[in-house]
């Protein structure tokens, strides 16, 4: 409360997170079975990936690693780097993103717009190139690597977040989540917390099938298996193609107006296949981001 103007005042922080629970009645398979989408795309940045950012770069804050005298580097696919350079210059911390140069022309410059450094790295050597370049510039020093693959701040964000959210709006009676697995830290995050509630909630993640190409969602090699995953958190890994995924993307927006990318497609395919096999339930799943991000992509086109 500001005292002189009697007046509530808020920061662009404080609207990260409580993200809309809508309900897909038009894509849903079954009538008995609800299938409700969270819309990460809600958040100020964009994505679900603020809620991780924030978390990252508080925590360093918190625990003095990260100071505005410090130059932070972070590999990153899109999202997480357009949240960490919204948030860096929040708290006026210079950053570097590196990605691959496949990344759509929307992504690299909403980062550059809120003042980060983008490198790109060979679209052939997809994530492992980019954390490669920022393990190097990291080993010659000068620079701090959140690293949101091995950071507990970044499950940290969706453990105190995302899953009371969906526990509150369903009213405890989720039965199933289902997330796409890229970092994997809001799968996570979200099954630390639900299984606290009911160890009978399923955990649901979705990965590729070998070959394909899905923004947001990897099949990580095991030499790059993000740290913070621990398999005995998820019930059952689902593999979408890429296929379904942009099938899916485009009947979220036609069908439902849900206008999101193909890793949010990825999650829902995923879902409409665990309902077929499902009498009743409450079906959860993250809507990662907009589709804003990739229209110059061939995912509308």
């Not at 007046?7 to 404080?14: G, I």
């Given at each position: 409360?500001?005292?002189?103007?009697n007046?509530?005042?808020?920061?662009?922080?404080?609207f990260?997170g409580?993200?809309p629970?809508?309900?897909?009645?038009?894509i849903s398979?079954k009538?008995?079975?609800?299938?409700l989408?969270?819309?990460?795309?809600?958040n100020?940045?964009?994505?679900?990936?603020?809620?991780a950012?924030?978390?990252?770069i508080?925590?360093a804050?918190d625990r003095g690693?990260?100071?505005k005298?410090?130059?932070?580097?972070?590999?990153t696919?899109?999202?997480?780097?357009?949240?960490?350079a919204?948030?860096?210059?929040?708290?006026?911390v210079?950053?570097e993103?590196?990605?691959p140069?496949?990344?759509?022309?929307?992504?690299v410059?909403?980062?550059?717009?809120?003042?980060?450094?983008?490198t790109?790295?060979?679209?052939?050597?997809?994530m492992?190139?980019?954390?490669d370049?920022?393990?190097?510039k990291?080993?010659?020093?000068?620079?701090l690597?959140?690293?949101?693959?091995?950071?507990?701040?970044?499950?940290?964000?969706?453990?105190?977040?995302?899953?009371?959210e969906i526990?509150?709006d369903?009213k405890?009676?989720?039965t199933?989540?289902?997330?796409?697995?890229?970092t994997?830290?809001?799968?996570m995050?979200?099954s630390r917390?639900?299984?606290?509630?009911?160890?009978?909630?399923?955990?649901?993640?979705?990965?590729?099938?070998?070959?394909?190409?899905?923004?947001?969602?990897?099949?990580?090699?095991?030499?790059y298996?993000p740290?913070?995953?621990e398999?005995?958190?998820?019930?059952r890994?689902?593999d979408?193609?890429?296929?379904?995924?942009?099938?899916?993307?485009?009947r979220?927006?036609?069908?439902?107006g849900?206008?999101?990318?193909m890793s949010?497609?990825g999650?829902?395919?995923?879902a409409?296949?665990?309902?077929?096999?499902?009498?009743?339930?409450?079906?959860v799943?993250?809507?990662c981001?907009?589709?804003?991000?990739?229209?110059?992509?061939?995912?509308?086109?």
């Open positions: 409360m500001d005292k002189k103007t007046m509530t005042t808020h920061t662009l922080l404080d990260i409580n993200t629970l809508v309900e897909l009645r038009n398979p009538p008995h079975v609800k299938l989408a969270k819309l990460e795309g809600h100020p940045g964009g994505s679900v990936k603020d809620r950012a924030y978390g990252m508080k925590g804050l690693e990260l100071t005298n410090t130059r932070l580097i972070e590999a696919s899109g999202n997480t780097g357009i949240a960490l919204m948030i860096a210059q929040l708290f006026g210079e950053i993103l590196v990605m140069a496949s990344a759509t022309p929307e992504r410059k909403t980062m550059e717009a809120y003042g980060a450094k983008v790109l790295t060979p679209a052939e050597g997809s492992e190139a980019a954390i370049y920022v393990r190097e990291e080993a010659k020093g000068g620079y690597v959140l690293n949101q693959f091995g950071n507990p701040d970044n499950y940290g964000a969706h453990y105190r977040s995302t899953g009371p526990w509150h369903t405890g009676a989720v199933h989540f289902v997330s796409a697995m890229g994997t830290g809001t799968i995050g979200v917390y639900l299984k606290k509630q009911n160890p009978a909630v399923q955990i649901i993640g979705t990965q590729p099938v070998e070959g394909s190409q899905i923004p947001g969602i990897r099949r990580w090699p095991q030499a298996l740290k913070i995953f398999r005995e958190r998820v019930d890994i689902l979408v193609s890429q296929q379904e995924a942009t099938a899916m993307t485009r979220l927006a036609r069908e439902e849900v206008f999101a990318g949010s497609g999650a829902v395919a995923a409409t296949r665990l309902i077929s096999e499902l009498e009743e339930g409450v079906v799943c993250i809507i981001d907009r589709g804003d991000r990739y229209l110059s992509s061939e995912l509308f086109g």
